[in-house]
Structures are given as structure tokens and as C-alpha cells.
């Protein structure tokens, strides 16, 4: 999905078939850790294509479909990460805060239309994410932050779609408090302490 119009091939894979769609998760997506300027350009953008384009051309592609029936969910993947600027991982979190407001948006245009649109922000999750991320060894699970099992995150995410939110923030109590932090604390003051914690893992 990194390559332009892979959700078109999607589509119309889908639709030769005689698919009925009624359920869309755009989960993939992908991060990296380091200082931006030192990351090779390439993988930030194609971090772009998959964690934005291509939730957008899917969605573009499969919401008109469930509008016309009248039924139909989406569920878009942000993260916590898209709640604040996280240095180190600028392009990461920039492109979760995409899909966090992209998905609020079209929550409210859908909520009368029979169409459930919802974003789903999990907190450090058990995966391959931070291999595939290169961090360090010694950021396995950001210096003792408890990762969360990923049937714990779908539990919470099924269960907030059945309660039509608009967006769940998912994979315990702690993750709440970190996504309301930038309510309370200055943004220069924020970014300073979340760019030193990542720094130094």
C-alpha cells in the first residue's frame, strides 16, 4: 500500500468479486525513530502514502457504497502518538494527528447516514512496530510503559463501534491521561519533555 493507487487495485479487486464491504479497517501503517534530517526521505515518505493517502483513497473508495445502502462502518488506526508533536518521530505522529481529525470529520458528515465512522488511538501495543520502526533495543516498550495486547485494543475498539463514538482511545487507563496532557500543558513546554524522553530512550 505504500504505492500510489494500491487502494484502487484494492477496489476494484474487491468489486470484480462482488464483494459487499461493510465492514473497512485501515490498520496498516507504519513508523520511524530518529532525528528527521538523519532518516533517509524515502521511508518518511512512504510512511505518508500508507498512514494517510491510503486511508484516504480507501476510504474515498468504499464510503460512497455504504452511504448509497445506508449501512456500513468504518474504523481508521491512529495512535496516541497523533495527540502531540513527538520529536524523533515527527512525520509518524503528524500522520496519526491526520487520521485522528480526518476520521472525527467524517464521523460527523456520516452520523446520519447510517454509516459508523470511528478512530481508534491505541497506546504502545504488542507488535512489530518498533522493529519495523528501528528503535533501539533499549525502547522496547518506551522504558517500561506497559504494552498492551492487541485483542485488548480490538475488545475496546468493537465495543466503542458499537456505541457509535466517534473515537476511542484504547489500551488503558494511562493513554488517557497522556492524550489529555497537551490540554493542560504549554506546547513549547510539551514538546521540549516529550522530545527528551524520546531522545534518550
Known amino acids: 500500500m505504500t504505492e500510489t493507487s494500491a487502494g484502487q487495485k484494492v477496489f476494484d479487486a474487491v468489486t470484480v468479486k462482488g464483494i459487499t464491504v461493510d465492514l473497512l479497517i485501515n490498520n496498516a501503517g507504519f513508523g520511524d525513530y530518529g532525528a528527521f534530517s538523519d532518516r533517509p526521505l524515502t521511508k518518511q515518505m512512504q510512511i505518508i502514502q500508507l498512514n494517510i493517502a491510503a486511508v484516504v483513497e480507501l476510504t474515498g473508495l468504499f464510503l460512497p457504497s455504504m452511504q448509497q445502502r445506508r449501512n456500513g462502518a ?50 504502545p501495543t504488542e507488535s512489530k512496530f518498533y522493529d519495523r520502526a528501528d528503535f533501539p533495543d533499549s525502547a522496547t516498550g518506551l522504558n517500561g510503559m506497559t504494552m498492551a495486547s492487541s485483542e485488548k485494543v480490538v475488545a ?46
Open 74 to 123: 468504518i474504523i481508521n488506526v491512529s495512535s496516541i502518538a497523533g495527540f502531540q508533536p513527538i520529536p524523533y518521530m515527527s512525520v509518524y505522529a503528524a500522520s496519526k494527528a491526520f487520521v485522528l481529525n480526518f476520521s472525527e470529520a467524517l464521523w460527523a458528515e456520516n452520523k446520519d447516514k447510517g454509516v459508523n465512522i470511528l478512530v481508534t488511538c491505541p497506546g
Open 156 to 201: 475496546e475498539t468493537l465495543q466503542a463501534l458499537e456505541k457509535k463514538q466517534s473515537t476511542v482511545v484504547a489500551g488503558g487507563f494511562a493513554n488517557q491521561i497522556i492524550v489529555n496532557l497537551p490540554r493542560l500543558v504549554p506546547r513549547d513546554l510539551l514538546v521540549n519533555v516529550v522530545g527528551k524522553q524520546f531522545k534518550n530512550i
